[in-house]
């Protein structure tokens, strides 16, 4: 959520932020007047309730003067007192209704771009970095997509998935089924030992959850919803594993909070018909290792870039060719200030593809969620910045592995950091 002061005071360089993102509308006027009529409001209910505590006073002073609790000067001032408090029960609705139509609003914008952000209209302007793993790049003439070589290996099962659920679900069978745990444990074993802790959270969570991140309102036709509770299948461990520490106050000696956590994950996917219908890249339900850190603001930035390394780390492990792309803000996520995209190489398609999307959101989830720390010897309480990241999505691996260590037989070799969890050396 943005600082309604930052709206408020600099209004024409938050327009300016958010026109960078893309071409929608987004109105910032509706907000500055409800907030000026909310800020009036409050001023006149300040100012009766001074007044109504200072005759509160006075008839106490009164009387204890001498003054008759019947007669008429203490009756007017009674009478003015239960005037007030008439108004006062008619403004508090009001400035809470304005308050509420304020925060609506609020939540329908996105994070504002970091300043350093490339300022682009969409993918195509997006930004590369940097690619590793080059010399790793298969060199062994046509490479079968991933869902050829794993329906040969018989380890998918598209077509009984769909019998027991629908279109985009797959079922990992035998092999496929161990390489995705091996894969998972690999990355929670290195994501430990990168200091991060690991936990397991709820995959059903309620609506405020959904709404702290920043995936609720907007969003919500992305998301799974149970029919009958306040529950929603979880989009990425980002969800519950931030969400953790929604309405309290850290104490700064805590900062930084690092965390890894392997969940599936749930996507309706909604308007990517037609697009990736066959294999592990576009699923409904998907199992991912998710990084998420809640720092200092002074330190985010660093701890962004340490973040992707992480990220990287898995990658660079598998000997997995990818690269490493910044992207613009048109094609930013509704919750980023900055992000950076680790986009694997798929040989059978000749092109790189989404692996992980490591986030710095700043303080936009924190306001959302009421995230906020507090420094020894400081007044007051600040917001801390959130940042997430795939560590990675264990499917897409598991697609880059079947496509980059195919063999020109058709087995598939295993990368050897992967081999004392799988214990076995070829698919």
């Known amino acids: 959520m943005l600082d309604i002061k930052l709206i408020r005071e600099n209004p024409e360089k938050v327009q300016e932020l958010l026109n960078r993102r893309s071409e929608e509308d987004y109105a910032l006027q509706p907000i500055l007047e409800l907030d000026s009529k909310q800020r009036e409001l409050e001023t006149s209910r300040s100012q009766l309730s001074a007044r109504s505590n200072e005759i509160g006073k006075s008839i106490g002073q009164k009387i204890r003067s001498g003054s008759d609790p019947k007669g008429a000067e203490i009756g007017a001032l009674k009478a003015e007192g239960n005037e007030i408090k008439s108004k006062l029960s008619e403004l508090e609705p009001q400035e809470k209704e304005l308050k509420a139509q304020i925060d609506n609003l609020l939540l329908q914008l996105p994070n504002l771009p970091d300043e350093s952000t490339p300022i682009g209209k969409d993918e195509r302007e997006n930004v590369e970095l940097r690619r590793w793993g080059d010399e790793y790049l298969p060199q062994n003439g046509k490479i079968l997509p991933h869902w050829d070589i794993g329906e040969k290996l018989g380890i998918f099962e598209f077509g009984r998935a769909v019998k027991v659920a629908q279109s985009r679900f797959v079922s990992l069978v035998g092999a496929g089924a161990a390489l995705e745990r091996a894969l998972i444990n690999f990355m929670l074993d290195r994501q430990i030992a990168a ?200 499917g897409r691996t598991m697609a880059a592995i079947l496509e980059n260590y195919q063999q020109p037989d058709g087995t598939v070799k295993i990368p050897e950091a992967l081999q004392p969890y799988l214990k076995r050396e070829i698919l």
């Open 195 to 394: 200091g991060y802790l690991e936990v397991m959270p709820p995959i059903l969570i309620n609506s405020n959850s959904l709404t702290g991140t920043g995936q609720l309102p907007k969003f919500a036709e992305e998301s799974f919803k149970c029919q009958d509770d306040d529950l929603w299948l979880i989009p990425t461990a980002e969800v519950p594993v931030t969400n953790f520490y929604r309405e309290e106050i850290l104490d700064a000696s805590l900062l930084p909070i690092y965390h890894c956590a392997y969940t599936p994950c749930f996507r309706r996917e909604a308007g990517s018909y037609g697009k990736d219908t066959r294999g592990l890249i576009r699923l409904h339900q998907f199992n991912k290792v998710e990084l998420v850190k809640i720092v200092h603001p002074d330190t985010s930035e660093a701890e962004h870039q340490s973040l992707v390394q992480n990220a990287e780390e898995i990658l660079q492990a598998l000997k997995l060719p990818y690269r490493i792309i910044e992207l613009c803000t048109g094609d930013l996520g509704f919750g980023a200030a900055k992000c950076y995209d680790i986009e694997v190489w798929l040989p059978s398609s000749e092109t790189y593809r989404e692996i992980s999307s490591c986030s710095n959101c700043k303080d936009f989830q924190a306001r959302r969620a009421d995230i906020r720390f507090k420094e020894a010897g400081k007044k007051g309480t600040q917001y801390v910045h959130t940042l997430n990241g795939s560590g990675l999505a264990v």
